[in-house]
T-cell receptor, first 112, second 115 residues
Framework: GNSVTQMEGPVTLSEEAFLTINCTYTATGYPSLFWYVQYPGEGLQLLLKATKADDKGSNKGFEATYRKETTSFHLEKGSVQVSDSAVYFCALAPITGNQFYFGTGTSLTVIP | DAMVIQNPRYQVTQFGKPVTLSCSQTLNHNVMYWYQQKSSQAPKLLFHYYDKDFNNEADTPDNFQSRRPNTSFCFLDIRSPGLGDTAMYLC??????????????FGPGTRLTVL
């Protein structure tokens, strides 16, 4: 079946530290992969996506590369800011059906 | 700006008292989704509409119903809310099915509290 396994949090980093949030998936074929971010009290916002193997999604300094060989889509940012504090969700859209499969979310707190 | 709008943002209801949550979209997307998100958990899909075709998830309680009277609006009806239905309810849209790599656009959510 389809599933997403996401690094557990919470994660606390100092400002300007390097961020990695691990995400691996199980799916048939080549699903599309997404990272969404949720700020406190708000809905989810798309951060980046990749739709085929070796694609790199990037936005606001965040990057993730679709690795078919390791079934991974790890989120990285070279230098986090306090404003990056949020919950990050990895998600998968399979090649059939209309359902997203979300990971459990990783809470990130960045301290000055 | 084109967007997904949810009303109300906060709703408090009594145990067993029916409640309706509203979602509207200006994106003219074909697909609309309702998710339930409990504290510190991932969103859980309740159901979705592809145009007028309704798709219910197998484990969505019968207590939850939905209506989509037109392309722009979708409603979530909870007929007899229980304490366990306290959650954030998220509405989302996508232009076509997500299997083509189409992203979902989320509204800000309605935080429902059942007392």
């Amino acid at each position: 079946g389809n599933s997403v396994t996401q690094m557990e949090g919470p994660v606390t980093l100092s400002e300007e530290a390097f961020l990695t949030i691990n995400c691996t998936y199980t799916a048939t074929g080549y699903p599309s992969l997404f990272w969404y971010v949720q700020y406190p009290g708000e809905g989810l916002q798309l951060l980046l996506k990749a739709t085929k193997a070796d694609d790199k999604g990037s936005n606001k300094g965040f990057e993730a590369t679709y690795r078919k060989e390791t079934t991974s889509f790890h989120l990285e940012k070279g230098s986090v800011q306090v404003s990056d504090s949020a919950v990050y969700f990895c998600a998968l859209a399979p090649i059939t059906g209309n359902q997203f499969y979300f990971g459990t979310g990783t809470s990130l707190t960045v301290i000055p | 700006d084109a967007m997904v709008i949810q009303n109300p943002r906060y709703q408090v209801t009594q145990f067993g008292k029916p409640v309706t949550l509203s979602c509207s979209q200006t994106l003219n997307h074909n697909v609309m989704y309702w998710y339930q998100q409990k504290s510190s958990q991932a969103p859980k899909l309740l159901f979705h509409y592809y145009d007028k075709d309704f798709n219910n998830e197998a484990d969505t309680p019968d207590n939850f119903q939905s209506r989509r009277p037109n392309t722009s609006f979708c409603f979530l009806d909870i007929r007899s809310p229980g304490l366990g239905d306290t959650a954030m309810y998220l509405c989302a849209t996508s232009r076509e099915g997500v299997q083509a790599g189409n992203e979902q656009f989320f509204g800000p959510g309605t935080r429902l509290t059942v007392l």
